[in-house]
DNA sequence: CCATTTTGTTAAATAACTTAACAAAGTCAG
DNA sequence: CTGACTTTGTTAAGTTATTTAACAAAATGG
């Protein structure tokens, strides 16, 4: 019903105002008059609306910028500190909670180790508690965590009213309708998305890419998942289900398979890769994402055959990235995970192979990078999704005013 | 530069003056007041936008409705008949033009044999004179042509200032710049698109689906294409190249292997099915379209190893199928080109067997349907991607009074 | 040092919407 | 059949956000 609201004078300010913040966000410091000049409205009306800004405390005055030949501009400045942002990230091995500013830089850095898949209740337990102590961290600084992100390794569950695990992949998160639990524990916005889509959106917001519109993720861990940003947003399809390439086939697959054998997961997947090599995964490595090193390792000192594994895991990989690039059409394909931390010998096989397999030029020439922020990928994503909605629709910074944490009241069972 | 654009007061009237259109559009007919109740906004503003569509005769008032208690409404009913547009298909054996009403309902229909891939000034020619017949018909009828549409075998490719096929898989076409050659002769607005994604539309809009935000089409026929539909709207990629799905693999694929061998537009295309069957394809199936029946023919009448060619055939259609609705997570999948013409049997084969390629219980659920506009169905999404543009943005109409048309000058070398 | 430029503000004008009031045209109970 | 009520569409006045015009403050520069 709301796509059909016509729109009346005070939508122009609403619309005005978000554009503003987004652009003083952009520009760090900036003038009115060339606040003006960018947007083409009159000098009054930019006035207006910085003072708003000014008073919420997001941008501040910060002295008089260089003379172009007549009055020097009083400068304005995004503050970045204003507020703390709470990205939460339910992984495979570990729970963890970044806390971000308003420029993506991390303030406080919490992780504990949990199995995630087999202990819901536990793990949301772990979550209430790291997010106690993110914002009793907060406290001690003077500011409020005004929104809160969450990276699942799943696609999104709508289930009744609530967004969760999906129980095909995650049967013991059945029933456990995650968003709502913590939205009764914490009045602060909550957003929740895949970590591949969460991965895609921290490369896209964090390393000088925002003016691309469309990008690939790959993440390679235990499977195959793809984090894919159309348009400058996260696609997530009709279902949350988009991008599950680790549930395609690339084989030459029998009609009565099941579709959780013989798919990219398995053929991809690095737990899967290092037990064909009958490489021992030890304490040395309990991470996930850091197994890209014994794979490295094992190429590097291995004999022919282990090079022959690593080759087809290559092989494979390039082969389903040449298939993604030629559905999604990017301008730009990073990967992550544990590819990463595979070497630049492994990722120049990599790189040599993949444009054999397009035959669009523009495709060939499309640059393939790897993801930048490790183990703290999918956290930083989760705190950016935040950040998004937030320039995108100002009120919310408005209505998460007051948070009452009643963290303690918790407990399921 | 136009994103960072303020917004002003007439900006609202605008965009209320689209979205009333779209309403008129969408119900038919309707009463003022039940717009006012739809939008939320006032009866004088409706009144005030109503007044000035019945001035450009978009819609005009159709009498009294029933009373629900009081005064009758005034009834306005949109004018599907007001102006023409023009849908051309550059399709493999044909050059098409169908001429619709502003609902897709067709007017008028011509269609020319044509090896468009290989004689392309020929082709430019044919369209040209196709486009001038149907103005004059368009002009008996005393109507106005508003907008071009044009279907391509291709992704569009951006050269220059034009849009044109791309040279990688058209080199003859390689440097004619199909839509600004056409604009130079044809002074109305002219949109381009491939012919897959158009396919994709004319589902969308003409078959009871305009709720449906994501659609995959594909085309089964000389190769393999799919036309994207996210947020109801064309998803082309950002070099045009998004769903070449035909150029994707699925076999094991050798390494050294060229990305024109092996891949799904050999594995799937009609031809080489065809051709493994060592059916004939005679004068009674000149369109490639048609050659389903040719295949649904051989299946039916054929020995065993036949049926295992088309068996197997089946078998790579629906992983491929299956695999891209894990890549894109449609609520719906629509199989056009030959695949309407295999008959039931061979359909309820593809239907049974893509389920079990998904984990998923929200694709296994997704509806597979054939799509129902045959050898019309590019031309028709091409007028289709007219009445989209101008819909969302009602100053096409206005810009678009006067159509010079000047096709007698044209000639290419 | 004075004319010119640039910036930011104030005051009046403009454009689109809204609300309030009203007339027209209908329903419905008694 | 009549009078109270409802619904529709219009007119007039009020609101909100914008714009333009005018101006003051502050800097440049010959």
Redesign the pocket.
């Known amino acids: 019903m709301k796509v059909f609201q016509?729109?009346?004078?005070?939508d122009?300010?609403l619309s005005?105002?978000n554009l503003l913040l987004r652009l003083l966000w952009q520009h760090q410091v900036i003038?009115?008059?060339?606040l003006?000049?960018l947007t083409?409205?009159?000098?009054?009306?930019?006035?207006?609306?910085?003072?708003e800004h000014l008073d919420l405390g997001l941008i501040s005055e910060i002295g008089?910028g260089e003379?172009?030949?007549?009055?020097?501009?009083?400068?304005l400045r995004f503050e970045d500190d204003a507020h703390l942002i709470a990205g939460l990230d339910f992984g495979a091995s570990h729970i963890s909670l970044m806390l971000s500013n308003l420029r993506g830089q991390e303030v406080e850095w919490l992780s504990v180790p949990a199995q995630t898949r087999e202990f819901p209740e536990q793990s949301i337990q772990i979550a209430m508690d790291l997010l106690k102590e993110g914002i009793t961290l907060a406290r001690r600084r003077s500011r409020k965590v005004i929104g809160l992100g969450i990276g699942v390794p799943s696609p999104i569950y709508s289930g009744g009213d609530s967004l969760s695990m999906h129980p095909a992949i995650h049967p013991k998160w059945a029933g456990l309708g995650l968003s709502r639990i913590l939205k009764e524990h914490v009045s602060i916005p909550i957003f929740m998305e895949n970590d591949a889509n969460l991965g895609a959106l921290a490369e896209l917001w964090w390393t000088e890419r925002q003016s691309r519109k469309h990008l690939l993720y790959l993440k390679v861990a235990s499977g195959l998942g793809a984090g894919i940003i159309i348009d400058g947003k996260i696609f997530a399809g009709a279902h949350g289900l988009a991008g599950e390439l680790g549930h395609t086939f690339l084989g030459d697959r029998k009609i009565d398979q099941s579709p959780t054998q013989d798919n990219l997961n398995s053929m991809i997947g690095i737990n899967n890769v290092l037990a064909e090599l009958k490489v021992k995964v030890g304490q040395r490595h309990p991470k996930i994402l850091h197994r890209g090193a014994l794979l490295k390792e094992a190429f590097e000192t291995g004999d022919a055959n282990t090079q022959d594994i690593v080759r087809k895991f290559i092989h494979r990989l390039a082969l389903a990235i040449a298939n993604a690039m030629v559905s999604f059409d990017p301008e730009l394909v990073i990967v992550g995970g544990v590819v990463p931390d595979l070497g630049e010998e492994i990722l120049n096989m990599l790189r040599a192979e993949i444009p054999r397999h397009l035959v669009w030029p523009e495709l060939r020439s499309v640059p393939l990078e790897c993801s930048r922020f490790g183990e703290k990928q999918t956290a930083l994503g989760a705190a950016t999704l935040v950040l998004e909605k937030m320039l995108e629709d100002f009120e919310l910074f408005c209505e998460a005013r007051e948070q009452r944490v009643r963290l303690k009241e918790f407990s399921l069972g």
Do not use: E, F, T
């Open positions: 016509g729109l009346d004078a005070s122009i300010r005005n105002n003038s009115r008059a060339d003006a000049r083409g409205m009159s000098r009054p009306s930019i006035s207006a609306i910085v003072a008089h003379s172009s030949g007549g009055r020097r501009p009083v400068l």
